[in-house]
């Protein structure tokens, strides 16, 4: 870590730091799964104020040795994930696309403001450090289209943006519960259930808007497992020179564009 | 000063911009332009720009020594006293290295693993199978031949087979998962030896003057066939670990990967340098 006598860097807001350390603290061990991006940008001139979150039917939270997948859209995930702090949970927010220049395909000013705006009422939780993760995503990550001129920060989720099978099976957590509304889920988390379905952890899904609940099966053969492999290798999303996702979608006139990675 | 052919002159280009974009990329994610990993709120997770910097020019290093090595010393007669044709060649052994990166990503790796991710097995990945492929790359340097062509014709073949085996290992073994989201340092680096030997096979497999490519093709076969060993070995190894912690066996993995070079090494002695 950081001397606290390093000065923020420039561009950076001044409580960027403060910021990250109450939403992925030192001693958590899931914190090294935690995407810094949304700390990186000032807050919106206009506060946007997170959803009033409230629980529908019994969600299966087990009893420590789950983890959860948050699969809502916007900030409606950051509002959930600071409902399952409450019941003993670590929200690690995996939100990986930027901001930049052109209308963007997903507003990124609610996820900003939603983190802030959770801060607080997080920094006054206490929660063990060694509590199961509550991973957070964005359900319309990949949704939209992006015209030219537009920023287009659609985005994917790859196995790697989570502990392996193996690392969560060795911390205790045997089973994954995705929360989301309805809707399939899209294939990009599919592979890394698929994946964690291999290593021997299995998921269910939780829909919080009926309360509906059921196993998730899928596919471990190879051919699946090469399958969803290669959708992740040819996503198709802009990857932005700096990390994570987001470039501008360059006019006819301009040719190329877009970052490296 | 020499004068390039058409076709050089187009493999000079092809080069550059393959090496440009390909190492190019690794420079602007890991170091100059990324200012979110200068500025991280958190240095914790993200250690600043110039271990990406010096992680690339490291690279670079080992790539440009390797490939200059050889080209001055066993490259054509024709080739080794000429600035112009060493120059095409080094830049041609940046641009394959540069390609080579492409073909990890295939594998599954992102540079993403190595700078935002922060995952020291991803790195061990990158840098060990660049040194294979700058390796494979160098052996087809070796000898007198016609022209730039049969150096492509070598350099194919021993990529496509160097590929070939890590993918069949992969998918044997689950090699990129342990990697690439397990971060097994362990696997990493045996993995990573295993890809250094076998890049050192062959590139010694297509080193020669040039006899034809028929017979280069059975050349290749005759030397470079203890690389499929290698393959089978590790495949037998990483099966009866499949279930262990991650880092579970460090150094049994680590010293099992010096034992490869050492092997690899030891039969390059053997073979000395093509006639």
């Known amino acids: 870590m950081l001397p606290t006598d390093v000065p923020v860097p420039q561009g950076l807001p001044e409580d960027a730091r403060e910021l990250f350390e109450i939403w992925a603290p030192v001693a958590s061990r899931w914190s090294g799964w935690a995407k810094p991006v949304l700390f990186t940008y000032a807050p919106p001139a206009t506060s946007i104020a997170l959803p009033a979150w409230s629980w529908v039917g019994a969600p299966p939270l087990g009893s420590g ?10 900030n409606e995930g950051i509002a959930c994930g600071l409902a399952l702090a409450e019941r003993g949970f670590r929200p690690v927010p995996l939100y990986n696309n930027t901001q930049g220049e052109g209308a963007e395909v997903i507003a990124l000013d609610p996820f900003v403001s939603g983190i802030r705006a959770a801060a607080a009422t997080l920094a006054a939780m206490h929660i063990p450090d060694d509590a199961p993760p509550a991973f957070l995503i964005d359900s319309n990550r990949g949704s939209g289209g992006a015209a030219p001129g537009m920023f287009d920060n659609r985005w994917a989720v790859f196995a790697q943006d989570f502990p392996s099978g193996r690392a969560l099976l060795s911390s205790g957590i045997e089973r994954v519960v995705v929360m989301r509304r309805e809707g399939a889920i899209r294939v990009d988390l599919v592979s890394v259930l698929r994946l964690w ?65 | ?58 690279g670079w290093a080992a790539v440009g020594a390797i490939v200059a090595y050889v080209i001055l010393y066993f490259a054509a007669s024709d080739v080794r006293p000429s600035p112009m044709y060493v120059f095409l060649y080094v830049l041609m052994g940046f641009g394959v290295t540069a390609i080579n990166t492409f073909a990890l990503r295939v594998f599954g790796w992102r540079i993403a693993d190595m700078f935002e991710r922060r995952n020291n097995a991803a790195h061990t990945l990158f840098y060990t199978a660049t040194i294979a492929s700058a390796l494979a790359f160098a052996g087809a340097n070796i ?70 490519y028929l017979a280069t093709t059975l050349d290749f076969m005759r030397i470079g066939w203890p690389a499929l060993v290698f393959l089978v070995f590790d495949t037998v190894l990483a099966r009866f670990t499949l279930t262990r912690e991650i880092d579970g066996g460090l150094w049994a993995d680590r010293a099992t990967g010096v034992i490869y070079l050492v092997t690899a090494f030891a039969y390059l002695s053997i073979l000395g340098m093509p006639a």
């Open chain 1, 65 to 74: 040795r789950t983890a959860i997948v948050v699969d809502l859209p916007g």
């Open chain 2, 143 to 212: 000898g007198d031949g016609p022209g730039f062509q049969v150096v492509l014709f070598c350099t194919g073949l021993s990529h496509v087979t160097l590929w070939s085996i890590a993918v069949v290992h992969a998918a044997f073994n689950r090699t990129a998962y342990r990697i690439l989201v397990d971060h097994d340092r362990g696997i990493a680096f045996r993995f990573g030896c295993m890809l250094v030997a076998i890049g050192a096979i062959l590139g010694r497999a297509v080193a020669g003057d040039w006899p034809g």
């Open chain 1, 197 to 261: 379905r291999r290593e021997g952890v299995a998921s269910e899904r939780f829909d919080v808007a009926t309360g509906a609940q059921g196993e998730l099966t899928q596919d471990i053969s190879l051919l699946a497992v090469f399958s969803g492999h290669m959708s992740a290798i040819m996503h198709g999303f802009r990857q932005n020179a700096t990390g994570g996702f987001g470039a501008r979608v360059p006019l006819p006139s301009e040719g190329g564009g877009g970052g490296f990675g």
């Open chain 2, 1 to 58: 000063m020499d004068e390039l052919s058409p076709g050089e002159l187009f493999v000079l280009i092809g080069s550059a911009a393959a090496a440009i974009i390909g190492w190019g990329s690794l420079m602007v994610r890991g170091a100059v332009l990324d200012r979110r990993l200068w500025s991280t709120p958190d240095g914790r997770l993200r250690p600043g720009g110039a271990y990406g910097c010096l992680a690339t020019i490291f």
